[in-house]
């Protein structure tokens, strides 16, 4: 089992930047898959980036692409979520969460393991 804690969630203007971290600790992360997930208040769960195991490919949805950077630090054991230019529509609840095998990176329940989640907060 992997334990997951997200950190580094804060109130920013729009316009500004967050780094977000997802440290792991039971398993090496490197074994998986990571996704970062966000949630507003009312809405659903909804994919944001997700990085391969090695680092090679990552993924983005269409509304955080060109403005969100997913990377890893295997030798951490963490992955990170450098966010740009936010907007007030991106305050949410991220999530990082880890697959084993995945089928859909975009599919939060193909996702076996979550972290708590970190608050984000973008002020207009």
């Known amino acids: 089992q992997v334990q997951l804690v997200e950190s580094g969630g804060g109130l920013v203007q729009a316009g500004g930047s967050l780094r977000l971290s997802c440290a792991a600790s039971?398993?090496?992360?490197?074994?998986?898959?990571t996704g970062w997930f966000r949630q507003a208040p009312g809405k659903e769960r909804e994919f944001a980036a997700a990085i391969t195991r090695s680092g090679g490919r990552t993924y983005y949805a269409d509304s955080v692409k060109g403005r969100f950077t997913i990377s890893r630090d295997n030798a951490k054991n963490t992955v990170y979520l450098q966010m740009n230019s936010l907007k007030p529509e991106d305050t949410a609840v991220y999530y990082c969460?880890?697959?084993?095998?995945?089928?859909?990176?975009?599919?939060?329940?193909?996702?076996?393991?979550w972290g708590q989640g970190t608050q984000v907060t973008v002020s207009s």
């Open positions: 039971g398993r090496t992360l490197s074994r998986y898959t």
């Open positions: 969460a880890v697959v084993w095998v995945v089928t859909t990176v975009s599919d939060h329940s193909t996702y076996d393991y």
